[in-house]
T-cell receptor, first 113, second 115 residues
Framework: GNSVTQMEGPVTLSEEAFLTINCTYTATGYPSLFWYVQYPGEGLQLLLKATKADDKGSNKGFEATYRKETTSFHLEKGSVQVSDSAVYFCALGKSGATNKLIFGTGTLLAVQP | EAGVAQSPRYKIIEKRQSVAFWCNPISGHATLYWYQQILGQGPKLLIQFQNNGVVDDSQLPKDRFSAERLKGVDSTLKIQPAKLEDSAVYLC?????????????FGEGSRLTVL
């Protein structure tokens, strides 16, 4: 069945460091891919998305490219800030039913000043 | 714009007791979701409503869980009787419609502890 695997955390970085959080997926058909973020004390919110192969989603300095050949959707940011500290979830939308999301286990990012 | 509201934020109960969670989605959102998030795992969809009809409840443990959205707005999720393994955060989310390109708006969640 469809599934999402993301790297385990926590990931601890210093401010201005480069961030990569790995995400790979297994799916039939042509799913859409998402990154959601959960800041402390808040609900999950959509960070970025990509709906077809080779699409790049971007928002708030974060980027992720939909790679069908490697079934990956890695999240990157060139220079993290303390305010980026949160839990990041990779998610997959089933083909034909985009809003039914399958989530990864989440990766906690802690950015130190 | 008001977000998705959930209550209570925290609930502690004994096993075999019952509990109910309430959700008020964003105004105008036709689709409502309940997710279960067990510690260390990603959210798992329990049930999805479109207006007041159920679209998908294939992962809802129907022997103990029930949910309703009677007037197509607010929703209630009930667990009766609760088991230890039901300890989790219950997330409510809403979206404009079924095919809203994956943007779900989540509430802060209701954390359930079953002792």
């Amino acid at each position: 069945g469809n599934s999402v695997t993301q790297m385990e955390g926590p990931v601890t970085l210093s401010e201005e460091a480069f961030l990569t959080i790995n995400c790979t997926y297994t799916a039939t058909g042509y799913p859409s891919l998402f990154w959601y973020v959960q800041y402390p004390g808040e609900g999950l919110q959509l960070l970025l998305k990509a709906t077809k192969a080779d699409d790049k989603g971007s928002n708030k300095g974060f980027e992720a490219t939909y790679r069908k050949e490697t079934t990956s959707f890695h999240l990157e940011k060139g220079s993290v800030q303390v305010s980026d500290s949160a839990v990041y979830f990779c998610a997959l939308g089933k083909s034909g039913a985009t809003n039914k999301l399958i989530f990864g286990t989440g990766t906690l990012l802690a950015v130190q000043p | 714009e008001a977000g998705v509201a959930q209550s209570p934020r925290y609930k502690i109960i004994e096993k075999r007791q019952s509990v109910a969670f309430w959700c008020n989605p964003i105004s105008g959102h036709a689709t409502l979701y309940w997710y279960q998030q067990i510690l260390g795992q990603g959210p798992k969809l329990l049930i999805q409503f479109q207006n007041n009809g159920v679209v998908d409840d294939s992962q809802l443990p129907k022997d103990r869980f029930s949910a309703e959205r009677l007037k197509g707005v607010d929703s209630t999720l009930k667990i009766q009787p609760a088991k230890l393994e039901d300890s989790a955060v219950y997330l409510c989310a809403s979206s404009l419609d079924l095919r809203g390109a994956g943007e779900l708006f989540f509430g802060e969640g209701s954390r359930l502890t079953v002792l």
